[in-house]
């Protein structure tokens, strides 16, 4: 899964896709590089990051995601977004599926995919963007983590979305213990039966690892990271430089086949 993040302030590719344009331009790219779906957002869910309206969310994506509708780019489009207006439109625009980083919290975000018929990643956050990074708590993250999204994936699936993925929200309000707890579990996560999406690109996690503190500069510490999750058995990784990843993902792959 390729990032395409149509923001002024992600954390990493923030103001370089904002026009349609460009973010089209981006898609080409990634799509080159082996993705083989794109993740479309208008709001960074970084720690600390001002909430947008939803307005000013749809100003963003549908000039993307109707730019990629009529070019017939051959992958699946996500819209990461936890606002239900947002979700619906885009999958009105073309959007095949929803990326909820607050995992389906909102009961009217389950109404809109059921409706749409459209798949959704349940993603795992404590608190909000706001506040999320400023004391998280667990006594066992990883059970609790997915424990919470196994209700989520139940609750989704009985109210009629057609399926989920379930994602453990690296850095979502988790420290780096918790961030490697979760990351050493997740084998039970998969073991729930459901398909896993791992999404650590660039983030902090690879700052308090390896000392790196240009997220520009996190690309090789972001595989080791996706590796250790394709080993334990994710589906899918969500990452910005897709072609470092699919590279890594062959040589791993022809060694375990
Ligand atoms: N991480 C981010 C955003 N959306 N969705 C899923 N399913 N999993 C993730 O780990 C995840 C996500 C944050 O990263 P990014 O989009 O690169 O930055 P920003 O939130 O600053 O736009």
């Not at 395409?4 to 898609?27: C, I, K």
């Not at 999404?199 to 996690?205: E, F, M, P, Q, Y």
Request: with cysteine; charged share 20%; aromatic share 4%.
């Amino acid at each position: 899964m390729g990032i395409l993040n149509v923001t002024p302030d992600s954390f990493s590719d923030g103001g370089r896709h904002l026009s349609a344009e460009a973010a089209l331009t981006q898609a080409a790219m990634l799509v080159k590089g082996g993705a083989t779906v794109l993740d479309v957002g208008g709001e960074s869910t970084r720690p600390g990051a001002e909430p947008v309206a939803a307005e000013t969310e749809l100003g963003r994506i549908l000039p993307v995601l109707e730019g990629l509708r009529s070019a017939g780019v051959p992958v699946l489009v996500s819209v990461d977004t936890y606002k239900p207006e947002v979700a619906a439109a885009a999958l009105r625009a073309g959007a095949h599926l929803v990326n909820d980083v607050s995992g389906l919290r909102d009961p009217e975000m389950v109404r809109v995919c059921a409706e749409a018929g459209a798949p959704a990643v349940v993603m795992h956050m404590q608190g909000t963007p706001q506040t999320m990074q400023r004391a998280p708590h667990y006594s066992d993250a990883p059970r609790e983590v997915f424990a919470e999204l196994q209700r989520a994936a139940e609750r989704a699936l009985a109210a009629g979305v057609p399926s989920v993925m379930l994602d453990p929200g690296i850095g979502f309000g988790k420290t780096a213990a918790h961030n490697l707890a979760l990351l050493r579990g997740l084998a039970d996560l998969v073991a729930l039966g459901y398909p896993v999406l791992l999404g650590a690109s660039r983030k902090g996690l690879v700052r308090e690892l390896a000392g790196e503190s240009v997220a520009d500069e996190r690309d090789p510490g972001s595989v080791a990271l996706h590796l250790w999750g394709a080993q334990q058995g994710v589906a899918m990784v969500r990452v910005h430089n897709v072609p470092a990843h699919a590279q890594a993902l062959k040589v791993w792959a022809a060694l375990r086949d």
